[in-house]
Structures are given as structure tokens and as C-alpha cells.
């Protein structure tokens, strides 16, 4: 072979190889970075404690291409992932197998935005977590009845409910009861700064009976514009030693929390919640207060009323008076508008 055909020979061989080489690259790509869910829009994938590798692609089946599904399992046997599968909640999207992989391994979740609204209950709340996180119903409700638990989180059964400040707040799915406790707990001594303590102490209040008027405050209206006026309200009925004959109080004791009227009879159950039989707030918050409920009470209208009843426009807004005279006209005008609806 003469010189220029083995140059000839020795050219076409690199265009071969070139092309070949970057036929491979494509198909590595196409393997390792192309996106790996099937739908190509972000899915996840929940990883229990008890998930073992064939469970695991199981799972994965149900959102993954087919080639990228190959990729992760030929990945997961080079890099032993059955011992280290991790739980968690996982994205499966964009990013290929490769990325999903090392995400999966590492167990670098993707984490969970969990809102605490402004609800009634415990239960209620319980109902809110449990739909976004890993554990239970029963588990994170054993956990704030315990008495124990509240304890080290310097809270009662029932004033626990006061820790749990209305935000919207990042988690792990597979975060443990104890784990989510100790988060809200730093996330309620950040809430309570010391302006806000320090406004509590001057009111003659601690965080807990802040909490609790708050929750009073909130059940009462929802136009935020008038919380510190009822806030007042309260206040003034707490120094002059009255009762405060709250209507949610006897609402929560009863459990009727839809009632428009509050009966006679109800007046007289007993509990210690029912603030028409005992002076003084009931024995922790009859909800989750929101934040501008709080601040209401820390921040309070200074006048002399010690009445108030619901307009009777329905509103959501209250006439208020300073004598007992002035209350019983404006309940009049409330119960007719409500007898003229023909509401019970």
C-alpha cells in the first residue's frame, strides 16, 4: 500500500471512529440526561422505611420512561443501591436518570411546603399535616395529648395548640413526629421575639393567655380591621373581674361550632371552657389563632366598652356598648334579624 492510501485509509478510520464516538455520546446522553419522567412534567416518588429495590422500581415504573427506568437499574447495580435506599419523597422530571439517581442515593428530597392554617382543632390540624406528611393521624395526635410531650415544649394538652403559629413552612415527608414538634416549637420561640414578649408582659399577659384571648378574638370575626377593638373589649372585662361570657367559648365546650345563637340552656353547662359559668380565659386557646388575631392582643384598642354583639346587617361586624342597656338593644335587633331569616 502506497503512502497516500494509507493516509487515505488511516482518515476515513478517524471519521469512522468520530462518528461512532459521537453516535455513543448521544445514546449516553439519551440514557443519562434526557428527561425521566414519561409525562416530561415534574412527578414524585414516596420511598417508605420498609420500600426494598423491587418495590422501589415499582414505583418508578409508573412515572419513568422506559429507557431512563433501565438506565437507573443498571446504575443501581454498579453503585449497590439496595443497600442504601433511603425514604423520602422524590422528584422524578427533567432531570435524567443520572441526576435521579444520585438524588435517590443520597436521599436529597424534595421537600414538602406545609401550611398551618388558622383551624379549630387539634384534629383539625392533624387532618392538614397527615395528608403531607409521613406519619399519622394517631401517632402526632397521642403525641400533643401526651402530657410529657407538651411538657418539654413548655406547653400543657391543652394549650399545645398555641405553638403552632399559621405559616407556611418547608418539610421532609418522611419527617417523624418528634422532628415536626421540635421544628414548630423553634418556629414558635422565633415568632415570639422579644418585642412581642415584652408587649405581652406590659398587657399583664403571658404568651399562653395571649394565645388563648387571641383565639377568642379570631372566632369572633374575621375582619382583621376590627380584632383590636374586641381585643379591647375582653380586656376590659378581664380588669374589671367579669366574666367574659365569650359566645365561641360555649360554641367549642359544646362542640357546636356552626351555632348562630347561643340558648339559654347552653349557658349553664359545665366546663372549663364555658366562660359564662367561670370568670377568667378557659384553659388554653379554642383554636389556632392567626397572626393577626395575636397581634390584636398585643396591640389592643384602648375605649370603655364591655359589650358587643353582632350587627345585625351580617356583616361580620359588631355594635358595641358600654352598659348593659345598650348591649340588650343591640341583642334585640341581632336575634329579630336572625328570627327574619329563619335562622335557629
Known sequence: MTKTKRKKSNHKGLKVAGVVALLGGIIAYFFLFSSMSKTGEKEYVFIDNDDNIDSVYTKLEHVST?????TFKQLAKVLAYKKHIRSGRYAVGSSGALQTFRNFRN???APVTLTIRSVRTLGDLANDICKKLIFSHKDFMNAVTSPEVCK???YTPETIIGMFIPNTYDFYW??????FLEKMSKEDKKFW???????????GFSKEEVMTLASIVDEETDNEGEMP??????INRLHRNMALQA??????ALGKFEAHRIYVKWLSYDS????????????????????AAIEAVLNYVHHNYIYMCAKEDFSGTHNFAETYEEHNINAQKYAKALTERGIE
Open 66 to 70: 422506559k429507557h431512563s427506568l433501565w
Open 107 to 109: 436521599g436529597s428530597q
Open 152 to 154: 418539654k415544649y413548655g
Open 174 to 179: 418522611d419527617t417523624s413526629v418528634d422532628e
Open 193 to 203: 421575639s422579644f418585642e412581642r414578649t415584652q408587649k405581652a408582659e406590659s398587657n
Open 229 to 234: 377593638k374586641i381585643a379591647g373589649m375582653y
Open 247 to 252: 359566645d365561641p367559648t360555649v360554641k367549642f
Open 272 to 291: 372549663p371552657y364555658n366562660t359564662y359559668k367561670y370568670k377568667g380565659l378557659p384553659p388554653g386557646p379554642i383554636r389556632i389563632p392567626c397572626v
